[in-house]
């Protein structure tokens, strides 16, 4: 008999409840925010999110996980031995979900520009994180599990949620201070409850600048073509030496200039887009004129984590902030990402014409390029073409996991 439906996402409070159903091998099927099922009985549209026999409705990670370890072994050690055990482990639970995670998602989000950025709420965020980094120093100096002698759910569920904190701003100079929580962090992701799920979680050396992410970029090439450059004294060459010396050849700006000039320039391509109706004219003018697989590839985009985005609008901030990053690759890009769906339910997904046929050269010169997934596109293909020109043209719904969305707002990146 199955046990329910788990609704979840890459979002990390949906990874405890993953880890505990892949543990125990539980008959839950897991599902996502585009299931009928999901927008039918959450509206509030809270992830992760189950449903379970006999009408039961949950929409919070600690009651989700707690049910599913009930669920899986009766009087599970996970859950401790005794009452007293039971109401540490819970405070644990509330202490890492509720304040611990709260900040780290307070101080990264104006820094991934998820959020404007504001550099007290960011400094503010980051400094609260590193004082709650002490309460489990405080502990764990003296034990090697939260609650008792054993591994308990408590662990499993901190772990979890410090995954990012540590992916982000745990570093050297942080874990020397914390060493205990370190270690005990070390050993609860090697375990196979969670890693199996979080796979290997870096230990990064520093961490993230506390600027936003496009600035940090910015300040080191000035910092690089600031700095002087030495210049060593060469010894006297024979004149047959300085005639047949090979000339340096210049270093290309942009890694696609090494592909040269396309037959087929992109800036024409730009002003019919912005001159001509879309579907009438422009697209028509595209596969005749600019398309070329040899020169070019299409690729769609899709944003890794559009559980976190709320209002539309400032998810369209968000492509737009993203755009400005791109602008690097201004001469070797043309595409259009769109928001879909409504507030507190929206996605991005979008169209790139790229020049050559990888997308990692052109997008790199962002930050947060590693933000999308990109999925390779064939015109040729009439689904991928019918994609293609819906992106352009922005006049019918985007179809999610099957299901229609309609298109709030976008941008063209030209």
Known sequence: ??????????????????????????????????????????????????????????????????NLVQQAEENSPLLGKTQRDFIEILKWLSFTNSEVLVAFANAIKPIRGDVPFNKKVVEDNYNQLVKLSQIYENRLVNYTFLVGERLTLADVFSAALLV???????????????????????????????????????????????????????????????????????????????????????KPKHPLELLGKAANPLDNWKRVYSNEDT??????????????????????????????????????????????????????LFGCLVVYGVDNDNGITGAFLVRGQEYAPAFDVAPDWDTYNYTKLNPENPDDKKFIENMFAWDEPVIVNGEKKEIADGKVFK
């Open 1 to 66: 008999m199955s046990l329910g439906t788990l609704f979840a996402t890459q979002q990390i409070r949906s990874v405890p409840p993953k880890a505990i159903i892949k543990h125990y091998g539980l008959d839950v099927k897991i599902s996502d925010k585009e299931d009928p099922l999901y927008t039918k009985n959450f509206p509030i549209a809270k992830i992760p999110a189950f449903i379970g026999p006999k009408g039961l409705k949950l929409h919070e990670v600690i009651p989700i996980t707690i």
């Open 164 to 250: 990012r904190p540590f992916e982000n701003f745990f570093d050297a100079e942080w874990r020397k201070q914390y060493p205990n929580t370190a270690r005990w962090f070390r050993t609860i992701v090697s375990l196979p409850i969670l890693k199996d799920i979080v796979g290997d979680v870096p230990f990064i050396a520093k961490k993230i600048a506390l600027v936003p992410a496009n600035k940090e970029k910015k300040e080191q090439k000035s910092k690089e073509a600031a700095a002087p450059k030495k210049k060593q004294a060469a010894a006297p060459k024979a004149a047959a030496e300085v005639d047949d010396a090979p000339v340096e050849e210049k």
């Open 279 to 332: 579907r009438p004219k422009a697209i028509p003018w595209f596969w005749e004129n600019q398309w070329n697989p040899e020169e070019w590839s299409m690729w769609k985009l899709d944003y890794k984590y559009n559980e976190e985005l709320e209002k539309t609008f400032m998810t369209n901030n968000q492509i737009g902030g993203f755009f400005a990053r791109l602008s690097a690759s201004t001469k070797y």
